[in-house]
Nanobody
Framework: QVQLVESGGGLVQAGGSLRLSCAASGRAFSTYAMAWFRQAPGKEREFVAALSWNGGSTYYADSVKGRFTISRDNAKKTVNLQMNSLKPEDTAVYYC??????????????????WGQGTQVTVSS
């Protein structure tokens, strides 16, 4: 089993940057595909970014491509989301998710078995 805890959220002005981190428990972290989803008030949870279990592939939603970067550090058992050029539209609760090996589709919420509690990101204009 995997337990995930997000951190790094907060308030930032438009155009600024934030780095989210997700700390994972367990010894098999390196075999899990990792992803970030987000949910804005009154909206469905949406895919943001994902990283394959072997670190060989990354996936990004069109809305964040070129601005966000997902990475992982297996030694530290963390997955990070570097968010640059933030926009008010990025305001949401960001969730870390994990799945053993790779999902059929990285952007499908139901493919992920483990979820963090979420961290709030608020971008002011």
């Amino acid at each position: 089993q995997v337990q995930l805890v997000e951190s790094g959220g907060g308030l930032v002005q438009a155009g600024g940057s934030l780095r989210l981190s997700c700390a994972a428990s367990g010894r098999a972290f390196s075999t899990y595909a990792m992803a970030w989803f987000r949910q804005a008030p009154g909206k469905e949870r949406e895919f943001v970014a994902a990283l394959s279990w072997n670190g060989g592939s990354t996936y990004y939603a069109d809305s964040v491509k070129g601005r966000f970067t997902i990475s992982r550090d297996n030694a530290k058992k963390t997955v990070n989301l570097q968010m640059n050029s933030l926009k008010p539209e990025d305001t949401a609760v960001y969730y870390c998710a994990a799945r053993l090996f790779n999902p059929r589709s990285a952007l499908l919420e139901y493919e992920y078995d483990y979820w963090g509690q979420g961290t709030q990101v608020t971008v002011s204009s």
